[in-house]
């Protein structure tokens, strides 16, 4: 097991967790279009990476066993495949229709996706009451926290974004989700109220260590659409915080003009990608990690899954970035 990372796991147990999957679709059998619908926009908004492993391993490090945490997979991808899709609205300039639906189509979909089926899901577990109500009031905070986070984040204003804001941000579009999922998972395996806190902590600190990652893919893939769509991210706040009055003038025209052009995206990356801006965030990155970590440590769990999140936690906290020594006249 400790050789194993996540997505081994992942590879091993996925038809297991593609079996939850067809079984909350299946609970909509009585409503066809419905059914049909969700299945169409989870064609099309498929996950890029399987972080449906995330509550097994949580409740496997509490209980010494996954399997019986299965649902939560179910409820975490349906969460996400609903978010996903809603932030892509966001950032779209006009309607996005997923796939084969359209638009109204796509909506509903997503409403139905992020919010009835995980609760249905829930509701479908021979679970106690008070289980029950306690998982249902987290997934209810966890979509509070994480769209008060896109919220803020739809209206951020780059020439007040620090580090600090930016991570407050994080914290909630990305933390939130995932502290749901982990303190989910901690409820499911039957630990007590201080556990609980502990690992909805290790929730939200793990999403703002995946939400750096994220950061961090969107430029190596070379879609940069954080840039196209003016988000203010941990990087550029790195950038700006370290950059002489005369650089930030210039990194705030370009961010106003990537949004519009590609060249002033390409410049624009070329400052982020800067020796002192990389420094501060591979050190702030790592920070995340080690305090990740800790509370592991503090929690303490299943010897033999520990190293396994362990592992999740250091994959996802990798510096993948280098920097860019090129000139900025042939950057751009």
């Known amino acids: 097991m400790n050789s194993m990372s996540y997505v081994d796991l992942h590879q091993r147990i996925s038809r297991e967790i593609d079996a939850e999957m067809e079984a909350a ?8 279009n419905v059914r049909n ?3 169409a926009l989870m064609r099309h908004q498929q996950l890029r990476h399987p972080l449906s492993v995330l509550p097994l391993l949580v409740h496997a490090v509490e209980t010494g066993a996954f399997r019986p945490a299965l649902p939560l997979s179910a409820v975490h991808v349906l969460w996400w495949t609903s978010a996903c899709y809603l932030d892509d609205l966001a950032d779209s300039q006009s309607a996005l229709p997923a796939g084969d639906l359209g638009f109204d189509e796509s909506v509903l979909a997503a409403v139905i996706t992020g919010n009835a089926l995980p609760m249905r899901v829930i509701q479908a577990q021979p679970l106690p009451h008070e289980v029950r109500g306690a998982l249902t009031a987290e997934l209810m905070d966890g979509w509070i926290a994480g769209t008060e986070g896109q919220l803020v984040d739809m209206g951020g204003d780059v020439r007040s974004a620090t580090r600090d804001s930016v991570i407050s941000i994080y914290r909630g579009k990305s933390g939130g989700p995932f502290g749901m999922i982990t303190a989910m998972a901690a409820i499911w395996a039957k630990t007590s109220g201080e556990r609980i806190d502990l690992w909805r902590e290790f929730g939200y600190v793990f999403g703002i260590i995946w939400q750096l990652f994220n950061d961090q893919e969107d430029i190596l893939s070379g879609r940069n659409e954080d840039l196209q769509n003016g988000t203010v991210t941990y990087l550029l706040a ?5 950059a002489s009055p005369e650089s930030r003038d210039r990194i705030l025209t370009l961010h106003a003009a990537s949004q519009n052009s590609e060249r002033a995206r390409s410049e624009l990356t070329h400052l982020l990608l800067a020796p002192d801006a990389l420094r501060r965030y591979h050190d702030d990155l790592d920070a995340f990690r080690i305090q990740a970590h800790r509370l592991l440590d503090e929690l303490d769990g299943d010897e033999l899954h520990t190293p396994l999140l362990r592992g999740l936690v250091d994959q996802s906290a990798r510096m993948l970035l280098q920097a860019d020594l090129a000139p900025a006249e042939a950057a751009s």
Do not use: M, R, T
């Open 25 to 32: 679709l299946e609970g909509l059998g009585s409503s066809p």
């Open 37 to 39: 619908a969700v299945a």
């Open 238 to 242: 790195c950038a700006i915080e370290d």
